[in-house]
Every structure is written in C-alpha cells, then in structure tokens.
C-alpha cells in the first residue's frame, strides 16, 4: 500500500506521535480529575458519530476498572424535549473532534444547568466545548483534514483512557507509553493480509463488524468508516447482539469482520462468533485476537499483544488502513467522502 495515497493514509500513519503529544498534555491533568472524582459518582457521556463510537470505549473501561456505572446520553433530551434532569453526583464527559458542534455543547451546557460537573474531551483548543468545560482534555492530533476521522478518534481514546485513570482505575500507566510504538510496528508490518481482504470485499454490498466489551468500540468505528468512506452496508453490533437475529445476514457474500483484543474475557466469545460464521459459509476476517482468533479466521491482520485496556487504540489502525485501501480499490476518494463535512451540526 502507498503510504502517499491519500491524505486519510497520511493521518494514519500520523497517529503514534499525536498519542505521544496526547498523553504527554493529559496525564499531568490526573489531580484535576481525581477532584471532580470526589465529587461526583457516575459517568454521563454526550457525542455524535466516531465520538459516541469513543465513548462507548469509554463506558466499558470506566465501568470495567472504576466500579462507576457510565451511560451515552441522548442530547434530543436536551436539545429537542427541553427535559430536566438531576444530574447531581454526575460527571457530564462531552467529546466532539472541533468542540463547536452545537448540538454537543447546548448539551453540555444543559447538564451543567442540571447539576453535573462537566469534562471536555476534544482537539479544538479554545473551542466553546474546551473553555466553556470544568475541566478540558485538550488532544494533541493536529489538524485533520481528511473527513473520516483516524488521529482524533485514538488521541480521544487516550483522553479516555487518562480520564479512568484519573477517576481511580487499578490500572497501569505505563501501559500508554506501550501505544504509539506498537501502532508503529503495526503500520510497519506486511500488508498481503489487509490486501487480500480488500479483494475478496470488492464485490461485497455489505458486511458484519462485531467486537465485544472494550472492542465494540473498535467495531462500530471501523463499521462507521466502511459506510462514510466506502459506501459498504456495514452493521457494527456487539456479538451478543448479532446472535439474536442478525446472524441471519451472515453468509457467503456478507463478511463478518471480527474485532478482539489479543486476550482478555471477550476473547473466547468472538472465536466463538468466528466458528459459527464459517458454518454459515461466511468469510470470515480477523482483526488482533492473537493466534485464537487466527486459527478461525480465513485471514487475519495480527496486532500486537497489549493489555485489553488499552488494545482498542491500536486495534482500530488496521481497519482504517482496510478503509481506505478498499475506498481506493473501488475508485474513490477516502478524503471526501459524498455528502459529509468536517464538522456536523446537528439540532
């Protein structure tokens, strides 16, 4: 794959320093969010589009490692019913990419009117969502210009990932620094098995992405990309979900794309997931679940063997670059995908 392909290919390969430049800014902040820990007791968060896909990552690590119940919020609550909730004891986390998405910021706004604490998590310094916040995670991804978002996805991983730590998580911090090299020896390794994947999806209409637990995130973000950037019908679900009847669309011309960290409680479930899928006659592609989910795929793309916690970051490279090598493939361009922009405003 050329590595001047495309911008999005550039941004890409962006990532390992802009998670550097991230937790370099955001880990000195822990004090500030170990104070808004004591005051409050669960976790709200507001986002749109691969933001939610991020906070979703965010309410498994924080429910998994702080013992806080997490929850995505619906900003139409806000936004369109006018409701008042008591958000006391509540921590509001907004994440938008900009900051300056209307909808997210009326609805931060809001849940500080109703009594929560607020943290902004986004790579727009000086943005309403970081000045007008209690405490603001500033990520360091630099501009982006393509419209799938790659680098600001990982570095609001990472504010993520800092955030648990400052709300108590039994973690390792150290654990981070492992990141940005091991995208790099990721974006460093062969690529027959991303290639061959992408010619055996050219024909396809549509495909299954499912992931559980900390990787249902990296499913939804990478089905969320296949959509914007290829044009593909792809259903991002967890595999519990996708057992209770949209197995039925598994066959042999709907790939099922699984996600797993190399180990991990989830792990058994996908190779599960995988054996069941080749029964079906689907072709089946594995992204990380080390030599398990290797052994069932019918091609896998390896990443290297981190810690669950903090696997998602990495896990996500992979199907970026299957994004945008298929976007090419098929004759378009990943930089601007048809009827998107930058930045969305929703009401």
């Avoid at 998405?101 to 943290?119: K, L, N, P, Q, S």
């Avoid at 790659?150 to 039994?170: P, S």
């Avoid at 669950?308 to 601007?336: F, K, N």
């Amino acid at each position: 794959m050329s590595s001047t392909s495309s911008v999005m290919r550039s941004e890409i390969t962006q990532q390992p320093e802009a998670l550097r430049r991230t937790f370099a800014d955001l880990l000195p902040l822990r004090p500030e969010l170990e104070a808004l820990g004591r005051e409050t007791k669960q976790v709200l968060f507001i986002a749109r589009g691969s933001s939610d896909n991020a906070a979703v990552y965010g309410g498994y690590l924080l429910q998994a490692h702080t013992g806080r119940l997490a929850t995505l919020g619906s900003p139409s609550i806000a936004t369109s019913y006018g409701a008042r909730l008591d958000l006391s004891g509540v921590l509001a986390v907004a994440i938008s990419q900009s900051g300056r998405t209307e909808e997210i910021v009326e609805t931060m706004r809001w849940a500080a009117e109703c009594g929560a604490r607020t943290v902004g998590i986004t790579n727009g310094a000086g943005s309403p969502l970081a000045t007008e916040s209690d405490a603001a995670l500033v990520t360091r991804a630099g501009d982006e210009i393509a419209v799938p978002a790659t680098k600001t996805y990982t570095t609001q991983l990472a504010a993520l990932a800092v955030l648990a730590l400052g709300l108590g998580a039994d973690l390792d911090p150290a654990d981070l620094d492992r990141v940005p090299d091991a995208i790099e020896q990721s974006l460093a390794a062969p690529t027959d098995g991303l290639e061959e994947i992408v010619e055996r999806m050219v024909a396809v209409q549509g495909a299954v992405v499912s992931g559980r637990g900390m990787a249902f995130s990296t499913a939804l973000e990478a089905s969320l990309k296949l959509k914007e950037a290829c044009y593909l019908h792809a259903m991002g679900l967890s595999y519990a979900d996708l057992l209770h009847g949209p197995m039925a669309v598994v066959d042999p011309r709907t790939p099922a794309l699984l996600m797993a960290s190399p180990s991990g409680p989830t792990l058994g479930g996908t190779v599960a997931l995988a054996e069941r899928a080749r029964l079906a006659g689907a072709p089946v592609f594995g992204f990380g679940g080390g030599a398990e989910l290797a052994r069932v795929s019918d091609v896998n793309v390896p990443v290297p063997d981190l810690p669950e916690w903090v696997s998602p970051l990495q896990l996500i490279v992979p199907a970026q670059l299957l994004t945008e090598h298929l976007a090419r493939r098929l004759g378009l361009d990943p930089d601007v995908p048809r009827g998107l922009n930058k930045v969305t405003q929703t009401s």
